[in-house]
């Protein structure tokens, strides 16, 4: 049974005509190949999926062409048909990742000495040579220097940077560039055509844009819809997990306007579905560069924070919570609101200060093929507007509205500081403001424990106690830290006004 071979390998090009997006090499290797005038080394620089295998596979084939015509491989003749089938000796590829030692070199070194099989030349395509070890290198650079005449080497790399100078200066070197999306949109079409797939609207020229300028890429991914109807942009889409245009529009419209309740719904949505955070940032961004592209000059500050977002979103420990920090410090903390302290409960719901009591007018707005955007977090309840504050009036002595009062200051300082305070409970006595996180919030209390915030907590919560001798940040938790006992309160008592204890 014949192997059924993936769309991608069986439109590979097999003639230097069908390479698309690189005229400039292609007509250099033609006139090399129908003049005779072949290097005994090339090198072909490139991002993945541009041509570089390709181009050496036909490189191959075209110098032991039989009967080339014009500079092209007839894909006729018996070398051709041995290259095409993959039973070519004459044909070596190499993966420079798993061969990069220096006995492998050596290895190598031995069997170029040897004549072709049958082929006027023997060719070795290594691929991604710049994973060479240096001695490997080395050794291969004597056979550079003096090659044998029925050798080609055609190396192939992604990082040209980490080839040494002294072999890139033995070998024709070509950098080959991305292919333009209008040209994979093309190709795409030409080969949806002949293999029976109906491209929908612009599914074609999606495929192109995530293609990442590789056309490699775009065959098999329209093929993954599957071929019992017309690929659709969202098919695609969901191949790649990303969002309608909707939900992007509404993200990227709600932080134009500083629509706090708007963006955080649709980042919950995009959540709650499986959407990729990741993708979806990107398709923000692309709208914002179109749309920057175009005049828009008010795009282009928030061009520049989600460009600065996406790096950071892959390190980042939860990239829910990064984004809707982002949102936060961009669309600004709750106006009017404070969060109310939750009554102590033993069932788990009472532990969770935030819930939704209705859905935001997002949801509707939303045509019914997208995912519902779930509810704004909001505070349970409603309270009244808090007072501006006043940090020159009288301090209170402690009690809800200091804690109140320091709530709205640590979401105006900085919006984290205001998150991860916000589902704690907070007594004053002695002196002493205890910061006590909910069972559940675990996390919370880790980044509250990071001394830049705990520093932060210090200083804001001055302002609203006095006395302040020292502010502790506990966790309700199992394994959180147990109260402080009689002798711990004195030291950090004496640590606080600088003496020292006598007696205990």
């Keep these: 049974m014949a192997e059924e071979l993936s769309l991608y390998r069986r439109w590979r090009p097999k003639r230097f005509a069908e390479v698309v997006g690189q005229e400039l090499v292609v007509a250099t290797l033609r006139r090399a190949v129908a003049l005779g005038k072949l290097h005994h080394a090339y090198l072909f620089a490139g991002q993945r999926g541009v041509g570089k295998t390709t181009l050496a596979r036909l490189l191959a084939r075209a110098a032991n062409c039989l009967a080339p015509e014009d500079g092209e491989p007839c894909n006729r003749c018996p070398n051709c048909l041995r290259i095409l089938q993959e039973k070519s000796l004459d044909v070596v590829e190499i993966d420079g990742a798993s061969h990069r030692g220096i006995d492998q070199v050596r290895q190598l070194r031995e069997e170029v000495a040897f004549l072709p099989a049958g082929s006027r030349y023997k060719v070795y395509i290594v691929d991604e040579v710049h994973m060479l070890t240096q001695e490997a290198f080395n050794a291969l650079l004597k056979t550079l220097e003096e090659p044998p005449s029925h050798v080609i080497f055609v190396f192939a790399t992604t990082e040209p940077h980490k080839v040494p100078p002294t072999v890139l200066s033995r070998c024709q070197a ?5 292919i333009p999306e209008e040209l994979i949109a093309q190709r795409v079409r030409e080969i949806a ?3 029976g797939f109906v ?14 300028g590789g056309p490699r890429g775009a065959p098999p991914l329209f093929g993954r819809p599957g071929p019992g109807g017309p690929v659709t942009r969202g098919g695609v889409g969901g191949c790649f997990g990303l969002s309608s245009r909707a939900p992007i529009d509404a993200f990227f419209l709600g932080l134009l306007s500083h629509n706090r309740e708007q963006v955080l719904g649709v980042v919950g949505g995009v959540f709650l579905f499986g959407r990729g955070l990741v993708s979806f940032v990107e398709e923000a961004i692309a709208q914002a560069r179109e749309r920057a592209i175009a005049g828009e000059e008010e795009v282009l500050p928030l061009l520049a924070e989600l460009v600065e977002l996406r790096a950071q979103l892959p390190r980042a420990f939860s990239r829910r919570i990064h984004l809707e920090l982002f949102v936060l410090e961009r669309c600004g903390p709750p106006k009017g609101q404070a969060p109310k302290e939750t009554p102590a409960r033993t069932e788990p719901e009472a532990l ?22 779930p509810g ?4 349970a309840g409603s309270s009244p507007p808090l007072p501006a504050q006043d940090v020159s009036g009288p301090k209170p002595a402690g009690g809800e509205e200091a804690w109140a009062q320091l709530l709205r200051a640590a979401w105006e300082r900085r919006a984290d500081l205001g998150v991860f305070l916000a589902p704690a409970k907070a007594t004053y006595a002695d002196g002493v403001l205890r910061v006590v996180l909910p069972e559940g919030f675990r996390f919370h209390y880790e980044l509250l424990r990071e001394k830049e ?3 932060m907590l210090e200083e804001l919560a001055k302002s609203f106690y006095d006395p302040l001798l020292a502010v502790e940040v506990l966790y309700a938790g199992n394994d959180g830290p147990r109260p402080l006992s009689l002798g711990e309160a004195a030291r950090l ?4 006004l600088e003496g020292e204890i006598l007696w205990s």
Aim: hydrophobic share 40%; proline share 20%; aromatic share 6%.
């Design 199 to 212: 491209l929908a609207g612009d599914a074609a020229e999606l495929l192109a844009k995530r293609s990442g």
């Design 493 to 496: 008592l004496a640590e606080a």
């Design 193 to 195: 055509q002949a293999e």
């Design 376 to 379: 704004p977090a909001g505070p």
């Design 174 to 178: 070509f950098w080959l560039q991305p």
């Design 453 to 455: 915030r705990t520093s």
């Design 352 to 373: 969770l200060p935030l819930s939704s009591p209705s859905p935001p007018p997002l949801a509707s707005a939303l045509p019914p093929e997208n995912f519902p955007a």
